[in-house]
């Protein structure tokens, strides 16, 4: 059984420390990808895509949650210009979806059927950026 929290911890040390060999070692070949916020904040496909030399964004979490057996939540902010919210999808060891919302307020869901007529539904995780509270951002919902 693999520690989810721990590889995406690694990865955000690893790329910290520009150990592009460790973080080509957790992510799917076929990574799947989406992105909420404005174009010019795709920082982390920046990086991860080797094009980051004009880049000059730190990705410092501030929390990482593991929130399923599958799915782990890092956020972090910096100041009042810019909050994100990654969802790492981890199968066997290996990342294989990433979702990241920058400044974009994001609230997981559970969708738990309980019958053919009935769901019951219960959040998660939420945003929490304490330095943003006074600051009005779009909201979305990722049900899982």
Known sequence: MHNNKAIVEALYKALAQDQTETVAKVLATDLEWWF??????????????????????????????????????AEGWEGAQAYWVHVWTIKDGLITQFREYFNTWLTVRDLKPLGWRESKSFTVWQSMPR??????????????
Do not use: N, W
């Open 131 to 144: 330095d943003l509270f006074h600051r009005s951002l779009p909201s979305l919902l990722l049900a899982i």
């Open 36 to 73: 909420h916020g404005p174009p010019q904040c795709q920082h982390m496909m920046r990086v991860l895509t080797g094009d980051s030399g004009h880049v000059d964004f730190k990705f410092e979490p501030r929390s990482v949650t593991e929130i399923s057996d599958y799915c782990v939540i």
